[in-house]
């Protein structure tokens, strides 16, 4: 609004300054400059009233803000009682979810009001409610910009007073084809407790701390794969099997309980790969994009392209990609007559 006002300032002040003549020293050069700029603040600024193309660069900062915002909560507030717990007794709820998703939310509301925004806390719990909120935001939006967030990614973690959570960040945008289809254009996950922030825009490559980061070049043999476990016996089952593949294949196996930071550590070297079974967008929408601009590999666990919507994840370094896709298929990791 300061830029509209000085605008208006000068326009409507143009006549009074030129009949000040030469007591007041106008020069006709200095009012057409006068005139000139505030005529391009008055387009400038109602482009962005108006809803103008948005800078990527500007919405990564506000999700770089929402994210360190809420930090302090998470920080502050390790080992909250859980409220509930939703799709199974291993999916649990804390206040502090609700808290931090609202702290997201209201930066992302004021940056950017015409911007969707889909919350994990906002959906229903279970495999399919998720896949649907995802396919609807997809599908129906009005906005070509879809945030969508995992407050606490890790929340058994956070409740168990384990400081290995991320506050996961994704944005998609419509690309401007026939299709209007979405891509992930800018991911940003924060750990709160190492004051590490993950963050990647499409085609820009991936940092950490502001620091250029790219995932390892270490085959299976040598890897270090991580792994989840599932909160659900049908999701579970193939996750075994998984695990019994890669333990015999790759230097070891880990479950560190957060989708977003193992995406992230994928991204920067610490871990080699990693799979799941059934994942929702809010777990892996920050992540997949920051593991592709580090020069990983993203796909789905058969190989095929990964998606927003894509449930059954496989990450990697690129190197070891398509042997341990292999490895996991044998396995019939894939197991999606197994996934609710």
Sequence with gaps: WRTRARARFFLAHRG?????????????????????????LLVASAGVAHGMATDLSQVLRVAVEAGRASSATVRAKLGAEVLKTKASRGDLLTAVDSEVQTIIEQHVARAFPTHAFLGEESVPAGAKASSDAIAAALSVSASDWLWICDPIDGTTNFVQSLPLVG?????????????????????????????EVFSALVGQGATLNEQPIRV??????DAVVATGFAPNEASLRPMMRGLQAVGGRARTVRMLGSA???????????????????L???DTAAGALIVREA????????????????????????????????VLETANVLGLDDVV
């Design 16 to 40: 009074v300054a030129a009949g000040l003549g030469r007591g007041a020293r106008a020069s006709a050069r200095e009012m057409a400059r006068d005139v000139a700029l505030a005529l391009a």
């Design 280 to 282: 929702n967008a809010w």
């Design 167 to 195: 506050i996961s960040i994704g944005v998609a945008r419509r690309r401007d084809d026939a299709d209007r289809s979405w891509e992930l254009a800018c991911g940003v996950i924060v750990d709160p407790f190492r004051d």
């Design 295 to 326: 020069g990983g590999r993203v796909t789905a666990l058969d190989g095929s392209p990964h998606t927003i919507a894509t449930r059954p994840l496989l990450a990697s370094n690129a190197a070891a990609h398509a042997e341990l896709q292999h």
């Design 260 to 278: 977003a930071i193992m995406l992230a550590w994928v991204g920067c070297g610490r871990l080699s790969a990693y799979f799941e079974a059934d």
């Design 216 to 221: 390892g070049d270490e085959p299976l043999a």
